[in-house]
């Protein structure tokens, strides 16, 4: 399928997890892989992404407390 066509999505539904077996979860996870590797088998590996961490300048502090409350 992935030779033929243009596959630009799938969706694994149905499964319901099991806390005593995981061996659904485990093959769904191998499935979804498996279908990616298909997918991107023949393009590049290349690193397009920017990797360079710049730390923000601005403090950001989303709490609804001040740091100089006292408790």
Same mark, same amino acid.
């Given at each position: 399928? *992935?030779?033929? #066509?243009?596959?630009? &999505? *799938?969706?694994?539904?149905? =499964?319901?997890? !099991? %806390?005593?077996?995981? @061996?659904?979860? /485990?093959?769904?996870? #191998? =499935?979804?892989? #498996?279908? =990616?590797?298909?997918? *991107? #088998? !023949?393009?590049?590996? &290349?690193?397009? *992404?920017? !990797?360079?961490?710049? %730390? @923000?300048? @601005? +403090?950001?502090? !989303?709490? +609804? /407390? ?6």
């Amino acid at each position: 399928m *992935f030779e033929e #066509k243009n596959v630009v &999505g *799938f969706d694994i539904v149905e =499964l319901c997890p !099991n %806390p005593k077996e995981k @061996s659904s979860d /485990f093959l769904a996870a #191998k =499935l979804y892989y #498996k279908m =990616l590797s298909y997918k *991107f #088998k !023949n393009d590049a590996a &290349g690193d397009d *992404f920017d !990797n360079e961490y710049k %730390p @923000s300048k @601005s +403090k950001n502090n !989303n709490s +609804k /407390f001040k740091e100089d409350d006292e408790y």
